[in-house]
């Protein structure tokens, strides 16, 4: 079974349970996984008999520690602000040598994948941009896979953690982490898409100044994981290249109101995702520059948020804008928009719901909702086992028992992990 460590976070305990209902008792079972925790061990220790644990482990090159990554696999950082990320990328992109063939570009959100496959093109034109992320149909991430992984030419796939898991993706070059991995753990996974197989890969995450870069990196050496600063190639970015950035995406953004539509819900997402972070002491969305993030984003105005109620800069961003004017090119949606200004200006609804809008409150402070649907969800389950178990006989009720509680316990620890602000990060 491959990902160990992920099978019970994924809901996977029926699948398990009628998986080892099915398995004669005379079996060799093996668990895999590049990023084995505690949880691990807790089911090795509870669900297979006579278990010998193999670690793979990689001295350095002076022989003085061990590491948990290839030798062929350099892992290293840039420390950039937001609005310097993707000119930074322009510049790594031309500057190594040779072209990278296959890159891969990982984000936080399948909305920031869908705006961004639409940004890069105009700043990385001799690349070609493929999305992947785990909301596509399953027949679009199969064509889109394909495509990038048969490529030829140089190829970039702007993914989530989708592609960070259980893809053997052949002669991938670079790997780049634009955001961060919400989930610490899935940090060597990503980088594990490139150096495969002893050949040679790099992988970049960039980092903003301060809290992120002083936080995360120490992190990641104490557990085995080290990175270090990029040399190679030389990265220099000024404002005139920032600035000129910011405005192709604008010129972008203003052609369509499409693109202004799918703008405000990827910053919106990312945001989401960035006030989730499990470590949440390094990333925090209270040590955000507002208007440095909406020019990274080539957005025309920030969007209405929760976390934003309080904040006084200019939400327009500096940007002047017809916005009665502005329109879609699909001549359907902007007949329907301009249809709908003209009910509001007779003062009608143009919804059927006219009921106002719940004021919404900020992702932060949604516990004590989710805490209520929890334990909802949890009423039901226990009916469903209880039902399950009238069913099955006392062979199957013992085998049910000992898997219920291998799974308490890796609850158990998984819930421990993740109440701790500071992350303890890879386990052997």
């Known amino acids: 079974m491959d990902e160990a460590d992920r099978l019970l976070d994924l809901g996977f305990k029926d699948d398990l349970q ?26 090795i220790r509870v669900g ?15 022989g003085a520690e061990d590491k948990k990554t290839p030798t062929a696999l350099e892992m290293s950082y840039l420390v ?10 322009q510049e790594l992109l031309s500057g190594l040598s040779p072209t990278p063939q296959k890159t891969i570009v990982y984000l936080s959100t399948c909305a920031a994948v869908d705006y961004f496959q639409h940004v890069l093109p105009i700043l990385l034109d001799s690349f070609t941009i493929v999305p992947l992320h785990g909301k596509h149909p399953p027949n679009v991430r199969r064509k889109n896979f394909t495509k990038f992984a048969d490529s030829v030419s140089p190829t970039l796939l702007l993914t989530t953690d989708v592609a960070a898991r259980g893809l053997d993706i052949p002669l991938v070059d670079l790997v780049v982490q634009l955001d961060p991995p919400k989930d610490p753990k899935d940090f060597i996974h990503r980088c594990g898409r490139a150096g495969r197989a002893g050949r040679k890969g790099l992988a970049v995450t960039f980092l903003t100044p301060g809290r992120e870069s002083e936080g995360y990196v120490p992190f990641l050496e104490v557990r085995k994981t080290p990175i270090k600063p990029l040399t190679k190639p030389e990265i220099d970015i000024d404002s005139v290249d920032t600035a000129s950035v910011s405005s192709k995406i604008r010129t972008l953004v203003l052609a369509d109101r499409a693109m202004h539509d799918k703008a405000q819900k990827a910053f919106v997402s990312w945001v989401q995702a960035y006030s989730k972070h499990t470590a949440s002491s390094i990333f925090r969305v209270a ?5 440095e993030m909406g020019n990274a984003w080539g957005l025309l105005k920030l969007p209405k948020m929760p976390e934003l109620k309080s904040w006084q800069g200019d939400k327009f961003l500096g940007v002047q804008l017809d916005w009665e004017g502005y329109s879609y090119k699909d001549k359907v949606r902007e007949k329907q928009r301009k249809t709908e200004m003209e009910l509001r200006a007779a003062g009608i609804s143009p919804t059927l719901n006219t009921r106002p809008r719940a004021q919404t409150e900020a992702w932060s402070q949604k516990k004590e909702t989710r805490a209520v649907r929890d334990e909802r ?25 000992q898997l219920s509680e ?15 602000d500071e992350w303890e990060g890879f386990a052997d």
Not at 406 to 420: F, N
Request: glycine share 2%.
């Open 18 to 43: 009628r998986i080892l209902q099915r398995l004669p008792k005379q079996r060799r079972t093996g668990l895999f996984s590049a990023s084995v925790s505690e949880a691990v061990d807790q089911l």
């Open 48 to 62: 297979l008999r006579n278990p010998v644990k193999i670690t793979v482990k990689v001295k350095s090159a002076s």
């Open 80 to 89: 950039t602000s937001p609005a310097q990320k993707l000119p930074v990328l």
């Open 287 to 291: 040590d955000l520059d507002w208007t």
């Open 377 to 401: 969800r949890e009423k039901k389950l226990k009916r469903r086992e209880r039902d399950k178990l009238e069913k099955m006989n006392d062979a199957e009720r013992v085998q049910h028992s």
């Open 406 to 420: 291998m799974i308490a316990k890796v609850r158990a620890q998984t819930i421990a992990e993740d109440h701790d």
